[in-house]
């Protein structure tokens, strides 16, 4: 068992960044993949970034390419998102996601852990 907790979202103004924290419960941290999400107003949760067992490995969803970085500290059961340059288009509630695979995952049925997600607002 698996319990997020993340952390780090709020009202910005665009072009601003904001940093969110995923923090996991368990023993298993550094055995899943981890993978963050997004759901505007209306919209399906949709995929944002996913990272590897060991950090080594990333990929993002094409509208955040070069502006969010994700990375993990395992000694800290703890993922991150730095979300830079952010326009209104990136407000959503903002979901960390675990894995029971070890790679770097983008669907949602593949994440089976989630957390209680954080809002992001960006206004302009």
């Known amino acids: 068992q698996v319990q997020l907790v993340e952390s780090g979202g709020g009202l910005v103004q665009a072009g601003g960044s904001l940093k969110l924290s995923c923090a996991a419960s368990?023993?298993?941290?550094?055995?899943?993949?981890m993978g963050w999400f997004r759901q505007a107003p209306g919209k399906e949760r949709e995929f944002v970034a996913a990272i590897s067992t060991s950090g080594g490995a990333t990929t993002y969803a094409d509208s955040v390419k070069g502006r969010f970085t994700t990375s993990r500290d395992n000694a800290k059961n703890t993922v991150y998102l730095q979300m830079n340059n952010l326009n209104p288009e990136d407000t959503a509630v903002y979901y960390c996601?675990?894995?029971?695979?070890?790679?770097?995952?983008?669907?949602?049925?593949?994440?089976?852990?989630w957390g209680q997600g954080t809002q992001v607002t960006v206004s302009s």
């Open positions: 996601g675990a894995s029971l695979g070890g790679g770097i995952l983008t669907m949602i049925y593949e994440y089976i852990y």
């Open positions: 368990g023993r298993t941290f550094s055995r899943n993949g």
